[in-house]
């Protein structure tokens, strides 16, 4: 029997564990930039081809190359604009003088929640008005946009995730904590949003078997705590200090620019459509049921 072909662009943590789960129904193939993780992806039965979204030039073995796309690479640091998008959707769709270009039938695109700005702690669902706030958010927004509209052009079945804040067992804000940063009082604070890796990594492949055309998705579970209460629940279970509670206006002269930008938006997502149409069952509905399956 011979396998589709799939394309995983961004070759991260994610990737390595959506492999698991697709390599057995997929011919895997990789995009990665650095020749010394070449061998890492052929472990997780991904083969690598190298390219750089930065440069249009090294990705020119993409067009045709898979049925279906993964976009999981983030875009770049600076602007409003993601040119490594617009960079592969080119290069995907690259004709040659004697070929026309064959064009993958279906594309998955991991986007971000921010998309949707300050929503004052209120309920989202995925018909919520864009509304971003810093350029990060404009660039994914721009990625989304980009995808839509060359989906439509051409012919693509486009899923894309709106996926809020990422964690595991790896990935838990354990120094943070060490290091004794403040969180905010709780009447100032905002609600935070998350998923857990291996949750996400099978609501992609969700998105690739059942994902409906043109269609968000939240991905996310069904916590939704403020940011205190999750540093504190991660606290607890790792019996390491709470972080001390302060006012915003104390944090801006403290914590960075970054987590402040975190800070300063509230939303809390609906995932309602995820577990209906893409017939999600989270493994690990809330952090807490995380925690309780680390031993400490």
């Not at 958010?137 to 809020?164: C, F, K, M, T, Y």
């Not at 944090?251 to 609906?270: D, H, V």
Request: proline share 5%; aromatic share 6%; net charge positive.
């Amino acid at each position: 029997m011979v396998k589709n072909k799939l394309l995983i662009v961004g070759c991260g943590d994610i990737a390595m564990r959506l492999s698991v789960l697709l390599k057995t129904r997929y011919h895997l193939i990789g995009l990665c930039r650095n020749v010394e993780n070449f061998d890492k992806l052929r472990a997780h039965g991904i083969s690598p081809v190298a390219g750089d979204l930065d440069y249009p030039a090294s990705l020119g073995r993409l067009s045709g190359v898979a049925h279906t796309i993964v976009h999981l690479a983030p875009p770049p640091g600076q602007g409003r604009n993601d040119t490594r998008t617009k960079h592969l959707l080119t290069a995907l769709y690259r004709q040659s003088k004697t070929k026309t270009a064959i064009l993958p039938q279906q594309f998955v695109y991991i986007s971000t929640s921010a998309v949707y700005g300050d929503c004052g702690g209120g309920w989202v669902d995925e018909s919520r008005t864009v509304n971003p706030r810093n350029d990060r958010a404009w660039r994914r927004l721009d990625a989304e946009r980009q995808i839509r509209n060359w989906g439509n052009r051409h012919g693509v079945r486009i899923s894309i995730l709106r996926v809020p804040g990422i964690y595991a067992e790896n990935r838990l804000p354990t120094t943070r904590l060490q290091q004794g940063l403040p969180a905010l009082l709780a009447h100032e604070d905002s609600y935070t949003n998350h998923i857990h890796a291996d949750d996400l990594a099978r609501i992609i492949v969700a998105a690739v078997h059942y994902g409906k055309p043109g269609r968000v998705y939240h991905a996310c579970d069904d916590s939704h705590l403020k940011m205190g209460d999750y540093f504190d629940l991660v606290a607890d279970h790792f019996r390491l200090p709470r972080p001390r509670k302060i006012t915003r206006e104390q944090a801006q002269t403290i914590l960075s620019p970054g987590m402040l930008s975190f800070m300063q938006e509230s939303r809390r997502l609906k995932n309602v459509r995820m577990k209906q149409e893409l017939r999600v069952r989270l493994r690990y509905p809330t952090v807490a049921d995380c925690l309780a399956a680390i031993t400490v």
